[in-house]
């Protein structure tokens, strides 16, 4: 009898464990990809600011990669009408199993 109480404990742990691995998981995926989010948003902004300069665009670059992003934007268009791609990727490790998710966040400038 002591040991089916023992053994409902410790499966109770293992889900509990589970379960707070999750959660933990989720939240910090969570806090990332919205950090992602507003470094892009904020790439687009300088962007159509500054007409899609050079200089800018060097510079948004330089503060992806010391964010750990991989930043690509393309730009097209003449010279009185140019838009650009703007293409974020970023790499999640789930831990404990340390496998890698990668997210990608795609929008325009204009």
């Not at 089916?4 to 379960?19: A, D, E, I, K």
């Not at 990669?65 to 650009?84: P, Q, S, V």
């Amino acid at each position: 009898m002591r040991a089916v109480g023992m053994l409902s404990h410790f499966v109770l742990l293992v889900f509990l464990t589970l379960f707070l691995w999750t959660g933990v998981t989720y939240v910090s995926q969570n806090i990332q990809y919205n950090s992602a989010r507003q470094f892009h948003g904020s790439v687009v902004h300088q962007l159509e600011n500054s007409y899609f300069s050079p200089a800018v665009i060097e510079q948004c670059k330089v503060q992806a990669g010391k964010n750990g992003y991989r930043l690509t934007i393309e730009t097209f268009g003449t010279e009185r009408h140019r838009d650009a791609r703007v293409i974020l990727d970023m790499d999640f490790i789930y831990p404990v199993i340390q496998r890698v998710g990668r997210y990608t966040i795609e929008g325009y400038a204009r």
